[in-house]
T-cell receptor, first 115, second 113 residues
């Protein structure tokens, strides 16, 4: 079974600072990788996803993530955060070589951006 | 396009009582999921349906939790009897295909006293 680790539980940044949130997964097979975001009072929504191809994927609102297969990592980055990026961020993975395909989520990282 | 609908949004019950949550997925989405999200944790899969069949219920506490999707559209998740540790947000999600993007509902927040 796959698992996901997000080591940063709470991150506080000032506006315009750069962001990198760590995500590591454990699974020996082929995976799809996702970042979901939950803004205060809203439902979870997709930020970006990686299925195959270019390991650097770009998502909405200036976010990007890089899949490094050798490190089992899929870190999320943004060069300059805004106050509106305050939210909880979840990394998720599903195994492409099983019939189940349900996502396994990490424990989340709460990002607080100070104006 | 209408999103995933869930009800009720909030529910407070006492331990040993029962509760049911309802979910209507996005039209045409064959795959439906119920996740449990305890405060401070990520969502944990309870059950996955493909149409009206169960694909994965390995993490569903079957002694107290049950779920059904009788006509392959909307779904109900029931807890009976509830325990204090069942306090959580119950998230319903749907996808067009099993490996695709999940679309989440607003969630149903359960408090067990």
């Amino acid at each position: 079974a796959q698992s996901v680790s997000q080591h940063n539980h709470h991150v506080i940044l000032s506006e315009a600072a750069s962001l990198e949130l760590g995500c590591n997964y454990s699974y020996g097979g082929t995976v799809n990788l996702f970042w979901y975001v939950q803004y205060p009072g809203q439902h979870l929504q997709l930020l970006l996803k990686y299925f195959s191809g270019d390991p650097l994927v770009k998502g909405i609102k200036g976010f990007e993530a890089e899949f490094i297969k050798s490190k089992f990592s899929f870190n999320l980055r943004k060069p300059s955060v805004q106050w509106s990026d305050t939210a909880e961020y979840f990394c998720a993975v599903n195994a492409r070589d099983t019939g189940r395909r349900a996502l396994t989520f990490g424990s989340g990282t709460r990002l607080q951006v100070q104006p | 396009e209408a999103g995933v609908a869930q009800s009720p949004r909030y529910k407070i019950i006492e331990k040993r009582q029962s509760v049911a949550f309802w979910c209507n997925p996005i039209s045409g989405h064959a795959t439906l999921y119920w996740y449990q999200q305890i405060l401070g944790q990520g969502p944990k899969l309870l059950i996955q349906f493909q149409n009206n069949g169960v694909v994965d219920d390995s993490q569903l506490p079957k002694d107290r939790f049950s779920a059904e999707r009788l006509k392959g559209v909307d779904s109900t998740l029931k807890i009976q009897p509830a325990k204090l540790e069942d306090s959580a947000v119950y998230l319903c999600a749907s996808s067009l295909e099993p490996a695709g993007e999940l679309f989440f509902g607003e969630g149903s927040r359960l408090t067990v006293l």
